[in-house]
């Protein structure tokens, strides 16, 4: 029971930082219907540059935990920057374009952020900095360390500021009203220009968080580290229903549960087999498995009827 509880702790912090970024994807999804395939790479970049910061002042004397809170929000603007531009610069041009454009240009602008990130960066990986305490919180046999604590704690505030704010606030109304009908929320004053980058602001942020979040608490940053949580983040949007922020969060958990769970059990379950590296089979399979008998995820879409 010892393992379980401990692969459920484990599940639960890897699912949070899928939820985070699984987020940014259901809600441009949400409102232009587009996969962008390049918001992987942001949660690279902001764990690139949260790196960079932390390893720039580390010899300053700063204290850990403020060291990682300006690297947090250094992040943060270098992320929604980017983002805007992307969106502005490689997007808002194809708006009007057939689906399978905006798509393959999501695929090539991943690729490209990549390749930059890697000249500028190096391919390298590089060992992320200790600026939180290491030593594990015993909860009576499974540990916790303080960093996934963190973890637990900013994504479940940052989700309930996220759910505030679209479902309470005039921006959240505006990108409701967008998703729905842009060219009838324009009459009424709504600016799906503004909205739209709004949203690809705020997906940034959030993937920001999840990057830097990750450096933390796996160690290490490296140019490609975005494409499979970026990957396993999309998967988890669509399971949960992609469209819908709520599926998003349930999609996320249930993926990092999934995934820790397999990865804690796959060993005995193939008699030494398979390793716990091959965690990947069960959520790829539980994916396959929910969209065979749901095919539109979990809590399914938001799907507004158009006049």
Excluded at 190 to 205: Q, R
Excluded at 228 to 234: D, H, M, S
Excluded at 282 to 289: E, N, P, Q, R
């Amino acid at each position: 029971m010892e393992t379980f509880f401990q692969q459920i702790i484990n599940g639960l912090v890897l699912g949070s930082m899928y939820a985070l970024v699984a987020l940014g994807y259901t809600m441009v999804y949400g409102i232009i219907g587009l996969i962008n395939f390049a918001h992987g790479e942001i949660l690279m970049v902001g764990a690139l540059t949260s790196w960079t910061f932390a390893t720039t002042f580390a010899a300053s004397g700063m204290p850990g935990w403020l060291l990682l809170a300006l690297s947090l929000v250094c992040s943060l603007v270098v992320c929604a920057a980017l983002n805007f531009s992307v969106e502005k610069l490689a997007y808002r041009p194809l708006r009007g374009a057939p689906r399978l454009a905006p798509l393959i240009t999501a695929m090539g602008m991943s690729l490209m952020l990549q390749t930059l990130a890697m000249i500028v960066w190096k391919p390298n990986p590089k060992p992320y900095p200790l600026l939180l305490p290491t030593e594990p919180i015993n909860l009576g046999g499974p540990v916790i360390s303080v960093t996934q604590c963190l973890i637990l704690g900013l994504t479940a505030t940052i989700l309930a500021g996220l759910m505030f704010l679209v479902n309470r606030t005039k921006l959240g109304r505006a990108m409701r009203a967008t998703a729905e009908n842009p060219r009838v929320a324009a009459l009424m004053g709504v600016k799906p220009d503004m909205v739209i980058s709004a949203t690809f602001i705020i997906g940034a942020m959030l993937a920001a968080v999840a990057g830097v979040m990750w450096a933390l608490n796996y160690g290490t940053v490296q140019h490609s580290m975005g494409f499979l949580p970026g990957l396993k983040a999309f998967t988890a949007a669509v399971l949960g229903g992609i469209g819908n922020l709520a599926g998003a969060v349930v999609g996320g958990l249930l993926l990092g549960l999934v995934e820790a769970l397999g990865a804690g059990y796959l060993g005995q379950l193939t008699g030494g087999v398979l390793g716990s590296h091959y965690a990947d089979i069960f959520a790829f399979a539980a994916l396959i498995l929910v969209l065979t008998l749901r095919p539109s995820g979990l809590l399914g879409e938001r799907v507004a009827d158009r006049a």
